[in-house]
């Protein structure tokens, strides 16, 4: 599929509008595969500037691959630390200095990619869920859900305070 930019906009808000029926989160997927091309160069970044006049192409997984295989993942070992985990919950250990989860610019190693790579060496088709996030600069446990009802439920006992939380700050 192609399109044409009919005015001064950013990649990620032009490919919404050109497939409004795609959620945002699949049209990022679409430019962390290479898919998406600007004026036949492949662009990664949601916040690319595009001019009016630049033309957008939508490739297939497979030509993406041909065009420009995907790139080697650099990850660090995992080194999850886990503290509990069962068949609703894989509680953690997050060291300070990582992200929680990825933001727009793509990270790959995250505490959430990590827990995602330890829970599929059990089953490829495993998933799990952030129920809250720390910042990268903050150490601490973090939970995760491994199912989306036990998202929704643990997120609204954080969203009710019914949660304790003991923080201590080392100075």
């Given amino acids: 599929m192609k399109f044409k930019a009919e005015k001064e906009t950013t ?14 989160s ?17 662009q990664h970044k949601a916040k690319f500037p595009l001019s009016k006049g630049m ?7 497979v030509k993406a691959h ?12 995992s080194n999850l630390k886990v503290i509990w985990e069962d068949d609703a919950i894989l509680v953690v250990e997050k060291p300070a200095g990582l992200l929680s989860i990825a933001t727009d610019k793509l990270e790959v190693d995250t505490l959430h990619s990590r827990c ?7 089953d490829d088709k495993k998933w799990c869920f952030i129920v809250h996030r720390l910042d990268r600069d903050t150490s601490g446990i973090m939970v995760f859900a491994l199912h989306h009802r036990h998202k929704e439920y643990l997120q609204s006992q954080f969203a009710e305070r019914a949660v304790h939380r003991t923080y201590h700050a080392l100075i």
Avoid: N
């Fill in 66 to 77: 041909e065009i420009t295989p995907p790139p080697a993942i650099k990850q660090k070992k």
């Fill in 26 to 42: 699949k049209l990022r997927k679409m430019l962390t595969e290479g898919r998406i091309q600007v004026d036949g160069i492949v």
């Fill in 116 to 122: 995602v790579e330890h829970i599929r060496q059990e």
């Fill in 11 to 24: 990649l990620l808000d032009m490919l919404a509008e050109c497939m409004p029926d795609t959620s945002r």
């Fill in 55 to 61: 033309e957008l192409d939508l490739l297939s997984r």
